[in-house]
């Protein structure tokens, strides 16, 4: 939930020789003497795993300069090798629902096997200010940001409930092109959060998203299949949205937002809208409760209707605190953020299975830890629990839904993303390497802080974060990810 402010079904491309130095790539070609140099890394003897090409090999990686130069069977020499006997060597995952990259938070997304994290819910109003801010802090992961309608709206628009005025819609629409051509990544809309956001507000932005080839994050109107306004109701808006602009569409956390209590029947409508041609794709978080603020539209008068729920089936975030009515009145005074038991398991399970459903964490951790533990636990307990317990999706579509798949939704917004969520010579040297049979989150609703195991090394752009000595805080070598219409004009 967004803060009250705030394919790869490809050939399998493995018969190569044991010699191969696989070449594939986006970028620039291999170091033709790539197997008698000397790299800055070597990471010999892991798993190498690239969902892109279906590559699972046991290879060695040569890194230098911050991007992978040579995957071989040959072997390689480094200033600094790293022994992934028994581990899997995969891309470094990519968090496409995540906020501003943020203290603490950012330690918990390496903890994670997170290196670039992209706050495509929310975002910003003003790009330069929100690029500099946190360039100037240096973060330890790659980080971008989307055009946040909701952000620009309010300062405008007091009222959530209220249409925007004409003279209002012109001021931001400008506002967003503004934007985009100062490097944001794409456009979000949070309609849940601000009712009164109208068609006519949408469809221009849309279309300017649609000229610049930049995808439309939306946080869905509806939640729940109680009438007036469902699940069903709110994935038509959008799918009419996309049908009308031929903009691309990317739906946040399905499970939560358009898919609960639905999730058949809004999966099979998408389905129907991208085999009719739109370019549709949706993420999700592998949790069974969802969390946002008390003080929000969501909990608007007939929450415990909509969502099948009551007061006690709800907890504050980083908290044992289950509430009552007294203390859910005073907690959304304080507007402090709860998690709501309210995902049915069968919907995480459908939502899994489709192949463009991706995996974002809709969180990062803050001071204070108010939080989901998704926060902090979103991509290890994907693969602890849908892939090794409940064998739900193989490791390799695992990963592809935290790598390729967000890489390929925010190639079309910027360059930098070509060479992210992919393992192959040429592209940026961002790597996790992980134990599948250990990894796991241990982040819970009391302690949404506490960190992921099995994870042993985490690397940005050639450089190791995180490592059998623990993080290294003074590597802050995260870059910004900025959209391809960036104009000094």
């Known amino acids: 939930m967004i803060p009250a402010f705030t394919h790869f079904i490809l050939p399998l491309l493995l018969q190569f020789s044991c010699a191969t130095v696989f070449a594939e790539t986006t970028t620039s070609p291999p170091l033709p003497d790539s197997l008698g140099r000397s790299f800055d890394i070597v990471i010999k003897n892991g798993r190498v795993m690239d969902p892109e090409r279906r590559l699972d090999s046991v290879m060695n990686v040569g890194i230098a ?100 005025s004409g003279e209002a819609r012109k001021t931001l629409l400008a506002r967003a092109e503004k934007a985009v051509r100062r490097g944001a990544l794409g456009v979000s809309f949070a309609l849940e959060y601000v009712p009164g956001t109208s068609s006519e507000e949408i469809l221009p932005i849309m279309s300017l998203a649609a000229k610049y080839s930049l995808p439309v994050f939306f946080h ?56 009719g041609g739109l370019d549709i794709t949706a993420c999700m978080y592998p949790y069974a409760y969802w969390a946002t603020y008390l ?64 995996i974002g964490s809709d969180a990062v951790l803050e001071p204070g830890f108010n939080n989901h533990p998704r926060a902090s636990g979103t991509f290890s307990r994907t693969i602890a629990v849908y892939v090794r317990e409940h064998k739900t999706i193989s490791l390799m579509d695992a990963i592809a839904k935290m790598t390729i798949l967000p890489a390929r939704r925010m190639e079309s917004a910027s360059e930098s993303m070509k060479r992210k969520g992919r393992l192959q010579v040429g592209v940026d040297a961002d790597v996790v390497v992980f134990d599948a049979a250990r990894i796991r989150d241990r982040a819970t609703v009391e302690h949404p802080e506490n960190c992921s195991e ?26 910004a990810i900025r959209g391809m219409l960036r104009t000094d004009r």
């Open 65 to 164: 300069g911050g991007a992978i130069r040579a995957i071989t069977t040959d072997s390689l020499h480094g200033t600094r090798v790293i022994d992934a006997t028994g581990l899997v060597v995969a891309p470094g995952f990519i968090d496409i629902l995540s906020y501003d990259p943020i203290e603490p938070g950012v330690w918990s997304k390496i903890r994670d096997g997170v290196t670039t994290a992209l706050a495509m819910h929310g975002g910003t109003a003003d790009p330069d200010r929100w690029y500099a801010a946190y360039a100037k802090q240096r973060p330890p992961i790659n980080f971008g940001a989307s055009f946040f309608y909701n952000e620009a709206r309010v300062r405008i628009v007091r009222d959530r409930y209220l249409h925007a």
């Open 220 to 275: 869905a109107r509806y939640s729940d299949m109680e009438e007036p306004g469902t699940n069903l109701d709110g994935l038509r808006e959008i799918i009419g949205y996309a049908r009308t602009t031929h903009a691309a569409v990317h739906i946040d956390h399905i499970n939560s937002t358009g898919g609960t209590f639905s999730m058949a029947r809004s999966l099979a409508m998408i389905d129907a809208a991208r085999s």
């Open 295 to 358: 003080n929000s539209a969501r909990f608007d008068a007939g929450w415990q209707d909509r969502f099948h729920i009551s007061y006690g089936d709800l907890q504050l975030g980083g908290s044992s605190d289950r509430l009552t009515r007294e203390t859910f009145l005073k907690n959304r005074r304080l507007g402090k953020l709860a998690v709501a038991y309210a995902i049915p398991e069968e919907d995480n399970l459908a939502a899994l299975r489709s192949s463009y459903v991706m």
């Open 454 to 479: 099995g994870i042993h090394y985490v690397l940005v752009r050639g450089k190791v974060v995180l490592d059998e000595s623990g993080l290294h805080r003074n590597v802050r070598n995260g870059s």
